[in-house]
């Protein structure tokens, strides 16, 4: 199916909203959290999980390449851009409610949203992840884990929605086989339309005070002024992604408008103008450097797109 082609079948999905839900040659930077990269040649985002799964189907008969992202917290599109469709899961798809002591949260609902939820009801069990970008699909996605804790600890299960948009059904997190910033759905290219957070009764003043303490450890200690993806590369086994880098001499060093962070060398930061491809030669430069120091081969966490 050519592009005109597909663009009109999901104009036809989306009908009166068409022109918010779809973007022709999207720029993505304005859509993810580095604010770099290219264009997408579309760009959908769908209000609601039927509406998903029937831009799913017309995605996957087409033939064309297409990928799902939420917030844009853990990725980066080639200044080349994106010759595909990227679906953006986000309004429509972030609602939160409160059942026993789970909250249930469309895939889309931003991190920040969901900790504010588990404390207007007095849950504990969600703190540590209170600062982390993003949504809480991306969050279920990609394992995120902060100060000693991780989403399989809380996560009681994931509504599924197969890549082709036929099929539906309900996983526990064990069935996800939750990994450090990995799960089986990097396989399935399954779409997760909401995450069952399992959590318990708190005291909501201590609840605050631990997302308030934990805000401002992350303020003190990470770039949170500058665009970022976060922690740019995995933690190796046995060691710290930072430490490797600051111990081979990088920190603060610069690639056009990006640079490995002086706060902490794990972050690579947009000073401001950077493109996609400085960012890369930046992290590709920072691997080759921390090989020769220590024989550790960095991954990246961030996912590059393009």
Same mark, same amino acid.
């Given at each position: 199916m050519k592009i005109d082609e597909l663009k009109k079948a999901l104009t036809d999905l989306a009908g009166d909203a068409a022109a918010e839900i779809i973007v022709e040659d999207a720029p993505m930077a304005e859509y993810t959290s580095f604010r770099a990269g290219g264009k997408a040649r579309l760009m959908v985002s769908p209000r609601d999980a039927e509406q998903l799964k029937d831009m799913l189907r017309v995605l996957s008969e087409s033939g064309c390449r297409y990928m799902i992202f939420g917030n844009g917290s853990n990725i980066l599109v080639k200044d080349s851009g994106y010759d595909g469709v990227m679906v953006r899961i986000g309004k429509g798809l972030d609602n939160i409610r409160r059942e026993g002591e789970n909250l249930i949260c469309g895939s889309g609902a931003l991190m920040s949203a969901v900790a504010r939820a588990a404390l207007e009801e007095s849950l504990t069990g969600f703190e540590f992840a209170s600062g982390i970008p993003g949504s809480i699909g991306g969050a279920v996605f990609m394992n995120a884990g902060a100060y000693?804790?991780?989403?399989?600890?809380?996560? /009681?299960?994931?509504?599924?929605?197969?890549?082709?948009?036929?099929?539906?059904?309900?996983?526990?997190?064990?069935?996800?086989?939750?990994?450090?910033?990995?799960?089986?759905?990097?396989?399935?290219?399954?779409?997760?339309?909401? /995450?069952?957070?399992?959590?318990?009764?708190?005291?909501?003043?201590?609840?605050?005070?631990?997302?308030?303490?934990?805000?401002?450890?992350?303020?003190?200690?990470? *770039?949170?002024?500058? *665009?970022?993806?976060?922690?740019?590369?995995?933690?190796?086994?046995?060691?710290?992604?930072?430490?490797?880098?600051?111990?081979?001499?990088?920190?603060?060093?610069?690639?056009?408008?990006?640079?490995?962070?002086?706060?902490?060398?794990?972050?690579?930061?947009?000073?401001?103008?950077?493109?996609?491809?400085?960012?890369?030669?930046?992290?590709?430069?920072?691997?080759?450097?921390?090989?020769?120091?220590?024989?550790?081969?960095?991954?990246?966490?961030?996912?590059?797109?393009?």
């Open positions: 000693g804790g991780e989403l399989r600890d809380i996560l /009681a299960g994931a509504r599924l929605i197969s890549k082709d948009g036929k099929n539906e059904r309900y996983v526990t997190g064990r069935e996800l086989d939750m990994g450090y910033r990995h799960t089986i759905l990097h396989e399935t290219g399954d779409v997760v339309v909401e /995450a069952e957070l399992k959590l318990r009764k708190g005291d909501q003043k201590e609840i605050k005070e631990e997302m308030s303490q934990l805000m401002k450890r992350r303020n003190s200690k990470q *770039p949170v002024n500058f *665009p970022s993806a976060g922690s740019f590369f995995k933690r190796p086994e046995g060691y710290f992604a930072g430490k490797l880098i600051q111990d081979a001499g990088l920190k603060g060093l610069v690639v056009g408008g990006a640079q490995v962070s002086e706060l902490h060398s794990g972050f690579i930061i947009n000073k401001g103008g950077a493109t996609a491809s400085d960012i890369l030669q930046l992290a590709e430069i920072i691997q080759a450097r921390v090989y020769d120091e220590s024989g550790v081969r960095l991954e990246m966490e961030v996912r590059i797109i393009g």
